[in-house]
Each structure stands twice: as structure tokens, then as C-alpha cells.
């Protein structure tokens, strides 16, 4: 088994308080979080939204550069950007979406491959698999020349 971690200071209240993150490799030491941040203010701080599309999209990718691998044809770029939506429904806010927009460039491959092997990705990715059935996730793969 493997476990990453990760930990969040916070001060203050909700509504005036922040929050400072650490992580095990310290790569995330430091990321300020704050509610004006979450509800969609610029600043330079992170939210939760933002880590699970970061975490989303870079667990897809590799999903998808090993099913290409697998099929012997790796990719030569993949690059993913993910879209994590949070709305109100029913009266209380919820991550509702995911999605994720590929484009790749893989030699020897047509667009109705890479969208199949992105639709296999998307069903491999762990992150994929810890959100699906609570949120929705779609993969828009592109090929590019």
C-alpha cells in the first residue's frame, strides 16, 4: 500500500481565516487556501477544486500515456487540462463535474483510437474511480498532428 499525505493549518473563521498547506514530499508546503479563493476571487491561492483538478488530470494523463503504451503506440505529448466544477445543488455546494480536455499527439494513431484509449483511461485513472458515481467526469480527447 501506498499512502501520500497531506495537512491544513487553519486560522480564523471560515469566512476570514485561512489556511496554510504541508504535504509529505513539500511539494504543496506553503499553498494558502481561503474561502474568497474558493468562491472564485483571484489571489494566487489554491482551493480544493483546484487540487482535484490537478490531481485528476495528472493521474488521467499517465492512465492514458499507459494504455497507449500498452497498445504499443506511446504517446510523443499528452497534455490535460481539467475542469473541476462546484455548484449548489439542492441548497449545499458540491463538486458536480470533471472535465477533462486531452490533446495528444501519438504517432501511428487515429482519433477514433485515442478516443478510445482515453475512454479506457478515464475507467483505469484511480481518481477517476475514487469520484465516479458522485461526480460526473467526462473525457474530451483531441489528436493533434
Known amino acids: 500500500m501506498i499512502e501520500q499525505?497531506?495537512?491544513?493549518r487553519w486560522e480564523g473563521s471560515i469566512a476570514r481565516g485561512r489556511g496554510e498547506l504541508r504535504s509529505g514530499s513539500g511539494a504543496?508546503?506553503?499553498?494558502?487556501?481561503?474561502?474568497?479563493s474558493r468562491m472564485g476571487e483571484e489571489g494566487g491561492k489554491t482551493t480544493p477544486e483546484e487540487m482535484i483538478a490537478a490531481a485528476h488530470a495528472t493521474c488521467f494523463t499517465m492512465a492514458l500515456g499507459s494504455t497507449l503504451?500498452?497498445?504499443?503506440t506511446p504517446p510523443?505529448?499528452?497534455?490535460?487540462?481539467a475542469v473541476c466544477s462546484l455548484d449548489d445543488t439542492e441548497g449545499q455546494r458540491r463538486i458536480v463535474s470533471v472535465v477533462l480536455h486531452v490533446r495528444g499527439r501519438v504517432p501511428h494513431v487515429d482519433a477514433e483510437a485515442f478516443e478510445r484509449a482515453a475512454r479506457r483511461a478515464e475507467e483505469l485513472c484511480p481518481v477517476s474511480k475514487a469520484l465516479r458515481g458522485n461526480v460526473e467526469i467526462v473525457a474530451k480527447p483531441t489528436l493533434v498532428a
Open 5 to 8: 499525505r497531506a495537512a491544513v
Open 28 to 36: 504543496l508546503d506553503g499553498q494558502v487556501v481561503d474561502l474568497p
Open 69 to 72: 503504451a500498452r497498445e504499443r
Open 76 to 81: 510523443e505529448a499528452l497534455d490535460c487540462e
